[in-house]
């Protein structure tokens, strides 16, 4: 399913991520204005219900966005049985299980709602609870997965969600045994998102001059009659995350074209040049940043089953 290399296909998945959990919170939270002692009385009941349904399909919208540029992207390798089963894709098992689990739970929630005519109303009310676990299932993917997990913005993002629905579910109960609950909840959820992001802050290096990390990712070639196209798509994970790409235009008189590009996670800054060198598991090359600081990177690997690879990506300065 690796079907594209576009860096575009990678924001997408970013953006459509982000916008289905900030749409996602706030369902849950008209939801939960709807009902119970939370209820407001500035809007009418009907436009709130609503507001409420259409927030549900463009949750929807945005998570099979999410789902499919992640699928057809070749940085990320992920097969069709991975994306749909929880805990069988290598790229973080857990936290992206959780984030499986949450869509298809959202799914359910999608059918029950259809039927609900067809339901009876205890079990409809129940089954809507969900909700709640596939907001915080949607909230730990986002935290243990997502690659602006530690940005400043997207921790507000987190705290503000977790805040907003603690709050209103307190409003809702207002019960000694909930309050103390809740409030421990939302006391957890804070220092889950805040504490290790900030504990790494301080040892996750934006765009590296010189690392050395480990290397997965897929060989990937097009043989045709007088001349092959080989690419090399991984992810290096550590303490700077990057994603790299290396495409070869080969011919019985040896290379014809090369590019290679490196890009920095979270910042997206890319890193662009040339491959220089190449053997049968490894190659050298040289890219230049966007202010024009030129950085030496190689790779080396074995391959696991023909295509899939693991090694090391290394990178250093490049004096002018």
Avoid at 4 to 9: E, K, L, N, Q, R
Avoid at 11 to 24: D, E, K, Q, S
Avoid at 137 to 162: E, K, N, Q, R
């Amino acid at each position: 399913m690796h079907l594209t290399a576009s860096p575009v296909d990678w924001y997408a998945a970013r953006a459509a991520g982000i916008a289905a959990y900030v749409v996602l919170t706030i369902v849950v939270a008209l939801g939960l204005t709807m009902t119970g002692k939370a209820r407001s009385s500035k809007w009418p009941k009907f436009a709130v219900e609503d507001v409420h349904r259409f927030g549900g399909l463009l949750v929807g919208f945005f998570v099979a966005l999410h789902v499919l540029t992640v699928a057809i992207d070749s940085y990320l390798p992920f097969s069709p049985i991975q994306v749909i089963v929880p805990l069988t894709a290598r790229y973080r098992p857990l936290w992206t299980g959780l984030g499986i689990a949450a869509a298809e739970l959202l799914v359910a929630l999608a059918l029950t709602n259809h039927y609900r005519r067809r339901l009876p109303y205890r079990f409809w009310r129940r089954a809507h609870y969900l909700n709640f676990a596939v907001w915080t299932a949607a909230s730990l993917h986002g935290l243990g997965s997502g690659t602006d997990h530690t940005a400043p913005w997207m921790l507000l993002i987190y705290s503000a969600s977790a805040a907003t629905v603690c709050v209103l579910v307190l409003r809702r109960t207002v019960r000694p045994g909930a309050v103390i609950l809740t409030g421990g909840a939302a006391v957890a959820i804070v220092a889950v998102l805040v504490f290790p992001a900030q504990g790494r802050k301080h040892v996750r290096p934006v765009d590296a001059v010189r690392f050395r990390e480990g290397l997965t990712g897929r060989i990937l070639s097009d043989r045709g009659v007088s001349r092959a196209v080989i690419s090399m798509a991984g992810t290096g994970r550590g303490a700077q995350n990057v994603l790299v790409r290396a495409d070869l235009l080969a011919s019985a008189n040896g290379l014809e074209a090369t590019s290679l590009q490196l890009e920095y996670l979270p910042s997206g800054a890319l890193c662009r040049g040339d491959v220089t060198h190449v053997e049968s598991f490894a190659f050298r090359g040289t890219c230049r940043m966007p202010g024009g600081a030129r950085r030496a990177v190689s790779a080396s690997w074995q391959l696991l089953d023909g295509q899939s690879l693991r090694g090391t990506l290394e990178s250093r300065p490049l004096a002018v």
